[in-house]
Structures are given as C-alpha cells and as structure tokens.
C-alpha cells in the first residue's frame, strides 16, 4: 500500500507541476498581448493614408513597398493624371492597398481603397470565368458550337454553328476586331448588332485568328443568362461577387454613378473637365461591365490566383488562364517592354505572357475616363491592379515596376517618371 501511496503521490506532483508550466505559458502569452507585442497574422500600417503589408510570420518583402509608393505619389503629381487606385498581392497576401489624388479634377474628395472605378475590359475575365464554371457544372461544354447558346449572335456563312464557346471566349470568331463597336458608342442595340456581324466578311475561319471582340463577346452574357435563367448582373453577383466578398462590385452605370464615392471620368488630367458616363458597354457587361473599388479588384486577383477553390476551382482557373491564340499585334503594342515580355497569347478572357522568363497572366482595359489594368503570376501568387480616372496610359508602367520587383530583375523607370510619352497610350489599344 505505502509504494501505491508513493506513485500516487508521484503522480500528483507531476500533474500539479504541469499545471503551474501551462498557468505561466498563458499569463506570458496574455501578458504580451495586453503590451501590444506583435501578433502572428495582424496587419500593420508602415505609410499614412492606407498602405497596409499583412504579415503572417515576420520576413523580408521582395517589393519594396516604401518606393513604390513615393513613385506613386510622383505619378499622380502630373498634369495628366487625376486620381488612381492600386492594389498589390505578394505571397498571396493582399499587402499594399492605397489612393492617389482625387475623384474629380479640382475638387477635394480624395480618392481612397473604396472609391468605386470602371473595370472596362478587365470585365472579360469575370465573364470568362463565369462561363468555364458552368462547363465545369456540366450545364454546357466549351467546344460546342456558340450559336447553341447565344441565340442573337450571327457570323459570316452561319459559321456561328461550328464556332465553339471557346472560340467566342478567346475572340477567334473569324470576324475583324471591334466589329460593330463603333454602332455600339453610337447606341445601337447590342443583340441587334450581334445578328448583324453575320453581314460582314470573314478574315478567316472560326478558330484559326485572334481579333479583339466587345459586341461579339457579350454573347457570353446570354450563355449566362440562358443557362441560369437570371440576368447576367445577377448570376455574376450570386455565384461570383458576393461568394468572393466583393461587395462594392456592380454591373451597371446606376452601381457607379450611385456610389457615395466614385471617380469621375476624364479624357484628360488635372486641367480637364470631367465628361458624361457613357452607356455604351454597360450595354455588353461580359465585354466591359464591372464597377469596383480597388479593393475589389485586388480580392478578384486574389481569387485567380486560387484563394477561393470552392467558388473558382483549379481547373476552371486552368481553362481560362491557358493559352489559345497566339496574339503578335498585342506584342507590337507592347513593344516598348520588349525586354520583358517575350511572348503574348490569350487563353479565355485573359492574357497570357512570357516575363522574363515567368508565365504571368493579366490584362488591361480602357473605356472614356477609365483606365485599367491587373497582372499577376499565379505560381509566386503575387501581382498588381490599378483603377484610374483619366485618358492617358502611363501608369501602365507599374505592372513592370512590380513584378520586376518580384522577379529580382534590374530596375527600370517604366512608369516613365523622368520622362513622359504619351505614346504609351497604344499599349491600351484593343481595349473596350
């Protein structure tokens, strides 16, 4: 009896001891959270006026956050810029998210990570990945004829029965690029216009050139809309923009200009008048559609990069981030990061590139006030977005500045900030 006495009482002092260890474990770790000791996932603020890094577990950023914000700064002192939004993603990781200048030229209301912009083009995504979610549903298959599913769209010789949805996605419809865009700006009827390409002469036939659609490719909206029996503007919303939690993103012109806070668009910069919000591809919302705050657009980039597979799964960011058709004329554009970008191809509602080495997948957009754009690797899980008010294309540049960064590659002044060309405004061209 006296040795069980002894190993119980062995064990007591075992368990009493465990007790005090775990008791000074918690006090300590109490202790550090009420002094405001760093925190495991917390972001922190390193600039004023938004410019947040969300750090899980300390280490050393390949962008260099501090310098890319004082060239920002520098950016939007010029007399061509008004206000600008941007957003960056390292690791994953939503990182820097800040405004520059203001929502409308000579006023005061600075523009902030909420103030809502225009996507123009890079709407094309959203409804790229809209569509590719419903093959994956088995609710229609990519290769099927899109005249099956969009039923105003007509090509040249009923061709739109052997032209496939992937071909209508990735702008092979054997039509010439824009056909019809200039009837849409003029305000014509968008599924009128459809029927009427079936007018015009091919260039080639169907699946075998890349030309640059906004009319034809809204046919997407009516494979959406056919398929999900509710209009585009609600099926994107339920299964994309709220499952994502981008709540600030809308499909029509009401969703920007209802804004509480919403740039305004200008043709020119500081010593411009803003101009009318046109109507015109909100009429063709898969083609040019979407409004968001900055934010938005950087969860959206978050999204393609895989953060959310139970909304968008790997193989459906596979279909639409792979490689179509090869695209020499948007190479020409680009012409002047030639260094950079060695090859261009468009997969369904994206483009594809060749940096230095790297596949990198983004695009950019540009409708009457609007400037756009978003680039990213999907591998580092690391890019940019951009939202701007104003004509001219200059921040393109900072697609370049950023991923250099990520890349280690040397540094080049791509935001042209020693010396401005307005040239660049053709690296937009093809754009809504």
């Not at 009429?283 to 968001?292: D, E, F, L, W």
């Not at 940019?384 to 080049?412: C, H, I």
Request: aromatic share 8%.
């Amino acid at each position: 009896m006296s040795g069980r006495r002894g190993l119980l009482s062995r064990r007591i002092q075992i368990a009493f001891l465990a007790a005090v260890v775990l008791a000074v474990f918690v006090f300590v770790a109490f202790g550090n959270s009420l002094a405001g000791r760093p925190g495991p996932v917390e972001p922190r603020s390193l600039l004023p006026q938004g410019l947040k890094i969300g750090v899980a577990e300390p280490r050393e950023s390949d962008i260099d956050y501090r310098r890319i914000d004082a060239r920002l700064k520098a950016l939007v002192e010029q007399d061509n810029m008004v206000g600008l939004a941007v957003g960056i993603v390292e690791d994953g990781q939503l990182r820097f998210l800040k405004g520059y200048g203001v929502t409308v030229a000579g006023g005061d209301q600075p523009v902030t990570p909420q103030t809502i912009f225009r996507w123009a083009s890079l709407s094309k995504g959203v409804a790229a990945d809209m569509v590719a979610k419903l093959a994956e549903d088995d609710r229609l298959s990519l290769y099927e004829p899109v005249g099956r599913y969009a039923p105003s769209l007509r090509l040249p010789g009923g061709t739109e029965n052997q032209a496939t949805v992937s071909d209508l996605l990735s702008h092979r419809l054997g039509i010439f690029a824009h056909a019809n865009d200039s009837k849409l700006e003029d305000g014509g009827d968008a599924r009128m216009l459809r029927a009427g390409l079936g007018s015009l002469t091919a260039i080639c036939p169907p699946g075998q050139c890349h030309a640059y659609q906004n009319v034809a490719y809204d046919a997407a909206s009516e494979i959406v809309e056919g398929l999900t029996g509710k209009s585009y503007a609600e099926a994107v919303r339920e299964q994309l923009f709220l499952p994502l939690g981008m709540t600030s993103a809308s499909l029509t012109r009401d969703g920007l200009v209802n804004a509480d806070n919403w740039a305004r668009p200008h043709r020119g910069g500081k010593n411009s008048q803003p101009v009318e919000v046109t109507d015109s591809y909100y009429r063709v919302p898969a083609a040019g559609g979407v409004n968001s705050s900055i934010k938005d657009l950087a969860v959206w980039m978050q999204a393609q990069m895989g953060r959310d597979p139970d909304i968008l799964s790997r193989k459906v960011l596979e279909n639409v981030s792979s490689p179509r058709a090869a695209t020499p004329g948007e190479q020409r554009r680009m012409r002047k990061f030639a260094e950079r970008l060695t090859e261009a191809s468009y997969g369904l509602g994206w483009r594809i590139y060749d940096y230095a080495g790297h596949k990198v997948v983004g695009h950019r957009g540009g409708v009457t006030g609007y400037r756009s754009l978003i680039m990213f690797d999907p591998k580092k899980k690391s890019g940019v977005v951009a939202l701007w008010n104003s004509g001219t294309a200059q921040p393109g540049g900072l697609e370049f500045e950023v991923m250099d960064m990520v890349y280690k590659l040397p540094t080049r002044d791509w935001l042209e900030l020693e010396e401005v060309d307005d040239s660049s405004e053709q690296a937009f061209a093809g754009s809504s």
